[in-house]
C-alpha cells in the first residue's frame, strides 16, 4: 500500500510540476528513500527538478513551486488519514547549474528514478559523472545501514579529484 500511495504522490508531482513550468521544464528526478523503493511512512519525497528562467534566490524558486504544493495538498490529507505523513523536498536547479555538478548527484547515480527527461538531459549528465567515477576506481561503500563513497580508493597526497 505504502509504495501504491508514493506512485500516486510521484505521479501527480509530475503531472503539476509540468502544468506549472511547461517548456522551462528539462527534468524530474527523485531520489533517496524513494526513488530506491525503501521509504517509510514519514519518508519525505526527495526530488530534483531542472527548470529554465528560474528566479534567481532560494526562496523565489520555493515560492513558485509552492504552487505544486499547494495543488497536492488534498493528496497530503488523504494520505495523512492512512496514516503516511510525506512531503515533497524539492531541489531546483537551472540547467547552466546541473552542468556545473553537485555532491548530491552521487546519491542518484545509482538510485535516481527520472520521470522525465526533455532530451535526455539529466540521464547524459548522470552518465557522464558514472564514467568519471569509473575512471577514478569509485566504490559506494555500505556501513551499517548508510553508503559513502570513496571517490579514489587508491589516493596519495596530492591527488586532485574532480566529478
Known sequence: MLKECFRELENRLLEETKALYGKRLVSVVLFGSAAR???RFDSDLDVL???RELP?????R???????EKKLEPLFKALRVKDIDTRISAILKSPEETEMG????????????????????F????????EK????????????????WDL?????KGDVIEL
Not at 534567481?56 to 523565489?60: P, Y
Not at 520555493?62 to 505544486?68: A, L, P
Not at 555532491?103 to 545509482?110: I, R, S
Open 133 to 148: 567515477l569509473k575512471v577514478l576506481g569509485a566504490q559506494r561503500v555500505w556501513k551499517g545501514s548508510a553508503w559513502y
Open 56 to 60: 534567481d534566490g532560494r526562496m523565489k
Open 102 to 121: 553537485s555532491p548530491l548527484f552521487l546519491d542518484m547515480v545509482d538510485d535516481a528514478n527520472i520521470l522525465y527527461d526533455r532530451d535526455g538531459f
Open 49 to 51: 527538478l531542472v527548470v
Open 152 to 156: 579514489k580508493p587508491d589516493y596519495k
Open 62 to 68: 520555493v515560492r513558485e513551486f509552492d504552487t505544486v
Open 37 to 39: 523503493k525503501t521509504q
Open 123 to 130: 540521464s547524459k549528465r548522470l552518465e557522464k559523472l558514472k
